[in-house]
């Protein structure tokens, strides 16, 4: 995305205020893969969350990303075995046939052009490998509705026309917008593969019944295998955090939209460290977040923060 590569963009700021996934989802990925463990692929890996998460299993991990100011803040796990360079899922010629075990792509799947994709992946993976596209939705404050409420009119609202799209369409609609590159065919196999998989903290996740995209026509891949998993209408599946308002803070501030919007509004952001009723944008929404909290009895500590989880997944044949 073209944000990321501006030179005023804060890459490490923005490592070091990302969500990153819990160790059980790496489980329930590993459960559901059926093939090798000598190649992991992370495709715009930003800066290698899902490629440090991934090295324990796998000979190598290769990460790749369009943007040279996340290639150079790429994590590296104590053995070094990661292998950062820029790519993208619509052109991995730097690969050889085959030779991919395990893809995967965190908070990124929605940029891709799937038809390019598709037919890398495609060419990439070795036999019975596995594509697995994470992405999660619009952050929340747990069990607190008038808090989430401000934050989404942050969000949605003052920011709302700063976001990249149709990208953030798509990530807010948990991937649903995603083709696979074959129709899933759901069938005793597919709810033998969901018996397999663990469980994440806030429940099991269902195969998400919608109204499929229309495929990306290739051949050779499992109809059966292809699956997304979501929560169900009774409990959410998602992706918590216990966080500080300073950490909140600064997860809207490191935002591709607040960057735009900042940019775009240079006497708003000139504003910042007015105070609560005299700041910027976010200064303001934040104190409103603060009284919606005090009004449900907050202590002023750490709240519960989440974002509703998908994971699509498909293996080759």
């Given at each position: 995305m073209a944000t990321f590569a501006k030179s005023s963009f804060d890459a490490a700021?923005?490592?070091?205020?990302?969500?990153?996934?819990p160790a059980k989802l790496y489980d329930l990925i590993l459960a559901y893969h059926r093939g090798g463990r000598a190649h992991a692929l992370d495709m715009g890996c930003g800066p290698g969350f899902m490629a440090v998460a991934l090295s324990p299993h796998f000979s190598r991990v290769s990460a790749q990303d369009p943007s040279e100011k996340m290639v150079s803040v790429g994590l590296q796990p104590a053995d070094g075995h990661i292998s950062y360079s820029l790519g993208s899922a619509e052109d991995m010629s730097a690969l050889p046939a085959h030779s991919v075990d395990l893809a995967v792509a965190g908070q990124a799947a929605h940029w891709f052009d799937h038809k390019r994709a598709w037919s890398e992946l495609a060419r990439i993976l070795a036999p019975r490998g596995t594509v697995a596209y994470v992405g999660y939705g619009e952050m929340g404050v747990?069990?607190?509705?008038?808090?989430?409420?401000?934050?989404?009119?942050?969000?949605?609202?003052?920011?709302?026309?700063?976001?990249?799209?149709?990208?953030?369409?798509?990530?807010?609609?948990?991937?649903?917008?995603?083709?696979?590159?074959?129709?899933?065919?759901?069938?005793?196999?597919?709810?033998?593969?969901?018996?397999?998989?663990?469980?994440?903290?806030?429940?099991?996740?269902?195969?998400?019944?919608?109204?499929?995209?229309?495929?990306?026509?290739?051949?050779?891949?499992?109809?059966?295998?292809?699956?997304?998993?979501?929560?169900?209408?009774?409990?959410?599946?998602?992706?918590?955090?216990?966080?500080?308002?300073?950490?909140?803070?600064?997860?809207?501030?490191?935002?591709?939209?607040?960057?735009?919007?900042?940019?775009?509004?240079?006497?708003?952001?000139?504003?910042?460290?007015?105070?609560?009723?005299?700041?910027?944008?976010?200064?303001?929404?934040?104190?409103?977040?603060?009284?919606?909290?005090?009004?449900?009895?907050?202590?002023?500590?750490?709240?519960?923060?989440?974002?509703?989880?998908?994971?699509?997944?498909?293996?080759?044949?």
């Open positions: 700021g923005y490592l070091a205020s990302r969500p990153t996934y747990t069990g607190h509705a008038r808090a989430s409420a401000v934050f989404r009119d942050l969000v949605r609202g003052d920011m709302g026309a700063f976001w990249p799209q149709p990208g953030r369409s798509i990530v807010e609609g948990l991937l649903d917008a995603v083709p696979f590159p074959v129709a899933p065919a759901l069938d005793a196999r597919t709810e033998a593969r969901l018996a397999r998989i663990p469980s994440l903290e806030g429940g099991m996740p269902v195969a998400a019944r919608i109204r499929e995209p229309e495929a990306v026509d290739g051949e050779g891949w499992d109809a059966a295998s292809a699956v997304r998993l979501k929560g169900s209408t009774e409990g959410a599946w998602a992706l918590r955090r216990r966080w500080s308002m300073d950490e909140i803070e600064a997860y809207v501030r490191t935002s591709s939209a607040y960057h735009a919007y900042a940019a775009a509004h240079p006497e708003d952001a000139a504003r910042r460290g007015r105070g609560r009723d005299d700041g910027d944008v976010v200064e303001r929404r934040m104190a409103q977040i603060k009284d919606a909290l005090t009004e449900d009895g907050w202590d002023g500590g750490a709240v519960d923060v989440e974002w509703p989880l998908v994971v699509m997944m498909i293996q080759r044949l």
